[in-house]
Nanobody, 120 residues
Framework: QMQLVESGGGLVQPGGSLRLSCAAS????????MGWYRQAPGKERELVAT??????TYADSVKGRFTISRVNAKNTVYLQMNSLKPEDTAVYYC???????????????WGKGTLVTVSS
């Protein structure tokens, strides 16, 4: 069974930093992309950042403050969040597009989420 497990959320003051981690485990043949999404109270889930083999994309609201990175050997993706703002408060979800074999279609998998609260 495929699992994505996030860690690193918590309470931080405005201007502070947090580092989120997400490790994928299970029957993994290839991970095509990994990313982070977030959902604030009363809002829809939105893209934060994604990473493929060498390409990163960011939401405009986090450019210059957040950095996504990936360690392929560990099937792990990270999100370094600096200069955090109260509007960054949300549940952050890890996403990965994974294929289980050479012939299987890649599918999207989600973690359960980790809460980030930015408040003084």
């Amino acid at each position: 069974q495929m699992q994505l497990v996030e860690s690193g959320g918590g309470l931080v003051q405005p201007g502070g930093s947090l580092r989120l981690s997400c490790a994928a485990s299970g029957s993994i043949f290839n991970i095509y992309a990994m990313g982070w999404y977030r959902q604030a109270p009363g809002k829809e889930r939105e893209l934060v950042a994604t990473i493929t083999s060498g390409t990163t994309t960011y939401a405009d609201s986090v450019k210059g403050r957040f950095t996504i990175s990936r360690v392929n050997a560990k099937n792990t993706v990270y999100l370094q969040m600096n200069s955090l703002k109260p509007e960054d408060t949300a549940v952050y979800y890890c996403n990965a597009r994974i294929s289980r074999s050479d012939y299987a279609r890649a599918m999207d998998y989600w973690g359960k989420g980790t809460l980030v609260t930015v408040s003084s």
